[in-house]
Each structure stands twice: as structure tokens, then as C-alpha cells.
């Protein structure tokens, strides 16, 4: 005689069918919650790497333990404003390789004279003792002071092109005019010698290793902080290139250097 089939049991299979039912449930969730979750992710990666630069700064200072990461170049900068020596020096350590990058981009005819530590020293010899007039934010102070460093820089060059085209003017030799005057002299020893350390340092050879556009977009979104808008019309580039490009430069610097100063950069900034 056949054997006859088990008899079904039903409470099994309305387990099963719970069990399903709470799987799409789960699926369904986690689905409509990835992109949160990947938001969350990113926004850990970012709090890990300023945390990291923070331990750091803690590590080599006397910084209150308290002191949140995005108000770490106000409290260095007051430190170098009160005299400290090396608040002074992360100052000067932490923001030369973007004045160097640019001072390359923009010196022009002016790279047959002076190298560009020659320039970022000396304006680090004029504005070292004018810091206390730098409007500082109590948080988010990196943007701000970036971009008072920059045009300071560019003002700096532009009176140097000046002073050449009216060397040449007046018949001197301008391959020998000492257009910096004594600046260079006055330059505090252990701020050249921190320029100079930095020209050979991680951040400038990570500027040095993007695409030309991706670091000439760079210098003008990031460092000279002009608007997405112009900073685009300048290149001949469409605003949504010209932002893709800087985005993918901050990221591939961000990536090689976590804690460094593109931590305190906006990838969303301007138009």
C-alpha cells in the first residue's frame, strides 16, 4: 500500500509566511533607508578625520580638551596672536602649502627672480604681526582665514609685477633689482625655515599630484574662495563642471590626507 503524504501542517507554514512577510518588511526598510545611511557614514568618515587632526594638535599644544575640531585655527591663530611660538608655527606649517600652490599659479614673469617661498615668507613677515586684525568666526575660521591669506598674497604679487614693469621702466636691471626690498631679511628664522619645510611637505606634493585643472580649480575655489560662478567663467567651464571638478579635487585630497586642512573646506560652496 502507497504510503500516504504527511498531513500539513499548518502552523509551519503560517511561520514561514510570517518569517517572508517580516524579511520584506526588512528589505523594504533597509531599502528606503540607504541613502540615510550612507549620508550617516559619510558624515562619521568626516567627524573620524577631524577628530584625528584634532588628537593631533592636542598632542603638540597646551589645547583645551574641550575644544571642538572646526574652531582649531581660531584658537591656534589667537595662540600665534598672543606670541606662542608653536601656535605660530602650526599657523604658518598648516596654511604655506596652499599660499605656496598659489603663489606658483600666479607669480608669472616673477618666477624668474624668487623661488615662491621666497614670497609666502615674506608675507608671512608682514602678516604675522597684524593677525589680531583678521575678523575671525568663532567656528569655520579655516574659509575665512584662507581667503584673507590669499588676497593678501595676490596683493602682495601684484605690487612686486608693479615695481618690476617700472624697474624695467626706467632702464635698471631687473634680473637683479631687489624687488622685496629688506622683507626677506626681516623674515623670522623659524618661519622660513617652516615655509621651506613645507615646500618639500605631504599637502603641497598632494596639490602637486592633481590633474592642472583639477588643482587650477582648486586655487580659485578653495583657496582664493571665489564663487563657483566665477570661478567657472574664468576657466571657460560650465558652473556644474567646474563644481564636479573641484568636488573630486577635495575628495582625492581629503582621501590622501585625513585630519589636513580640506577637512575645513565646503565641497557645496557658492552658486
Partial sequence: MAASAPPCNRSSSRGIEAASSGWRAWY???ERSFPRWMSERTSWRKRFRRAASLRFSRSMGTLDPMTPASDLTTVH????????AAETEWVVRRFSPLLLAQARYRMGPLRDLYEPDDI????WASIL?????????????????????????????????????????RGEDTQRADLLGSLCEQTPGPVSQAVALETRGQVLAAIDALDDADREILILRGIEQLENAEAASRLGLEPNTAAQRYRRALLRLRERLPGSVFEDFETTSGP
Fill in 28 to 30: 523594504s526598510s533597509t
Fill in 129 to 169: 604681526p597684524k593677525l589680531s586684525e583678521v575678523p575671525l568666526p568663532g567656528e569655520r575660521a579655516t574659509p575665512v582665514f584662507v581667503r584673507y591669506l590669499s588676497t593678501a598674497l595676490l596683493f602682495e604679487i601684484n605690487n612686486l609685477l608693479r615695481k618690476r614693469v617700472a624697474a624695467s621702466l
Fill in 77 to 84: 591663530v589667537r595662540g600665534a596672536i598672543a606670541g606662542d
Fill in 120 to 123: 609666502v615668507a615674506s608675507l
